[in-house]
């Protein structure tokens, strides 16, 4: 079993669309979680931090539940340009962090 | 602010050749990452520094890839002799430290290897 596991995807959406990506880790020491978005052929880069009171940041609301080890981000309203891969991280306070290998999102017109 | 600087960007070679990746972190970071990036799934660490002293480097295939920072900036990592499963992109990515819990990582443009 992998240490972060993510829906397989991948996600097609028209824009305007509600869409919910699931993240489930299986390391109990973990302490921080992160969504990293990925665009074709590009880096990932940090999409927002996830606490366990919930955070949102604009269109994007991101959950933890530590008691099911669980992550989620819910994007609002899609747009084109929210098509990407979505990265569930998971870190220990060492600071290694666990990649899932991603979830797919095509927005389409 | 400049980024995180890797080279090359491609890298094509016949496997059991050799390969080397540069990378320059952000100026000030101490934490410097390796991950591999194979198609179709998430970044894999293979070595983390802090300055110039490894953190973990569990992941890293000891017989074929070694990396060093040797004066805790620029780093190489090397593969020597390549496979056709190395195929990947390799990533750098570097964060500011010393490591006090989680910090955000800035990822370079990747290093993009063939071996055919």
């Known amino acids: 079993r992998k240490e972060v596991e993510q829906d397989p995807g991948p996600f097609n959406v028209p824009e305007g669309a509600t869409v919910a990506f699931n993240c489930t880790y299986s390391n109990s020491a973990s302490q921080s979680f992160f969504w990293y978005r990925q665009d074709c052929r590009k880096e990932p880069k940090l999409l927002m931090s996830?606490?366990?009171s919930g955070n949102e940041d604009g269109r994007f609301t991101a959950q933890l539940n530590r008691a099911s080890q669980y992550i989620s981000l819910l994007i609002r309203d899609s747009k084109l340009s929210d098509s990407a891969t979505y990265l569930c991280v998971v870190a220990t306070n060492a600071g290694k962090s666990t990649f899932g290998d991603g979830t797919t999102l095509t927005v389409k017109p | 602010e400049a980024g995180v600087a890797q080279s090359p960007r491609y890298k094509i070679i016949e496997k059991r050749q050799s390969v080397a990746f540069w990378c320059n972190p952000i100026s000030g970071h101490a934490t410097l990452y390796w991950y591999q990036q194979i198609l179709g799934q998430g970044p894999k660490l293979l070595i983390q520094f802090q300055n110039n002293g490894v953190v973990d480097d569990s992941q890293l295939p000891k017989d074929r890839f070694s990396a060093e920072r040797l004066k805790g900036v620029d780093s190489t990592l090397k593969i020597q002799p390549a496979k056709l499963e190395d195929s990947a992109v390799y990533l750098c990515?570097?964060?500011?430290?010393?490591?006090?819990?989680?910090?955000?990582?800035?990822f370079g443009s990747g290093t993009q290897l063939s071996v055919l």
């Open positions: 990515a570097s964060s500011l430290g010393p490591l006090t819990g989680y910090e955000k990582l800035f």
């Open positions: 996830v606490y366990s």
